[in-house]
T-cell receptor, first 115, second 115 residues
Framework: AQTVTQSQPEMSVQEAETVTLSCTYDTSESDYYLFWYKQPPSRQMILVIRQEAYKQQNATENRFSVNFQKAAKSFSLKISDSQLGDAAMYFCAYRYGGSQGNLIFGKGTKLSVKP | GAGVSQSPSNKVTEKGKDVELRCDPISGHTALYWYRQRLGQGLEFLIYFQGNSAPDKSGLPSDRFSAERTGGSVSTLTIQRTQQEDSAVYLC?????????????FGPGTRLLVL
């Protein structure tokens, strides 16, 4: 069975600094996708960034980028120039590449941003 | 251009009562998912609908949980004879299709408290 592990329950970063959130996963599949979702106190899950497993190039979305290490089954999220609005729970998620669609989530990392 | 909506936002019920939670997906989205998020935890998959196919119920924790999707649009999650351990936020998501790449868009969730 696929599992997703986030080993950092809480992280803190100073405004304008860079922070990296860790995520590891376990799967025997070769076709899959990885996601980072943000959940602010409003509870609304928002997609931050996603990565196809078959792509070696790391995905980037503005201040957000990932470090995808397929052999190590690692998928970390880097937030550059952190802003107060980045404070939230961040969830790493895995999804099999076939038609079976549900996401498998880690337990999340609570990110605090200090002014 | 409305997103996924869920109702009610909050629900307080007594142990043993039945509850119904509603999800309105984004128009045109064929795939619909229900997840449960217990306090301080990641999301657990419950059930998934794709078009007119039989739903994937593999995540339902017990036979007290059921869901239906009428006309390929609105979905209702029903919990019968609620227990205190059912207290959680129930999140609904929809996507254009069920393929691994498609983004799942989440609603704001229903917070259920069973007294």
């Amino acid at each position: 069975a696929q599992t997703v592990t986030q080993s950092q329950p809480e992280m803190s970063v100073q405004e304008a600094e860079t922070v990296t959130l860790s995520c590891t996963y376990d799967t025997s599949e070769s076709d899959y996708y990885l996601f980072w979702y943000k959940q602010p106190p409003s509870r609304q899950m928002i997609l931050v960034i996603r990565q196809e497993a078959y792509k070696q190039q790391n995905a980037t979305e503005n201040r957000f980028s990932v470090n995808f290490q397929k052999a190590a089954k690692s998928f970390s999220l880097k937030i550059s120039d952190s802003q107060l609005g980045d404070a939230a729970m961040y969830f790493c998620a895995y999804r099999y590449g076939g038609s079976q669609g549900n996401l498998i989530f880690g337990k999340g990392t609570k990110l605090s941003v200090k002014p | 251009g409305a997103g996924v909506s869920q109702s009610p936002s909050n629900k307080v019920t007594e142990k043993g009562k039945d509850v119904e939670l509603r999800c309105d997906p984004i128009s045109g989205h064929t795939a619909l998912y229900w997840y449960r998020q217990r306090l301080g935890q990641g999301l657990e998959f419950l059930i998934y609908f794709q078009g007119n196919s039989a739903p994937d119920k593999s995540g339902l924790p017990s036979d007290r949980f059921s869901a239906e999707r009428t006309g390929g649009s609105v979905s209702t999650l029903t919990i019968q004879r609620t227990q205190q351990e059912d207290s959680a936020v129930y999140l609904c998501a929809s996507s254009l299709a069920a393929s691994g790449w498609e983004t799942q868009y989440f609603g704001p969730g229903t917070r259920l408290l069973v007294l």
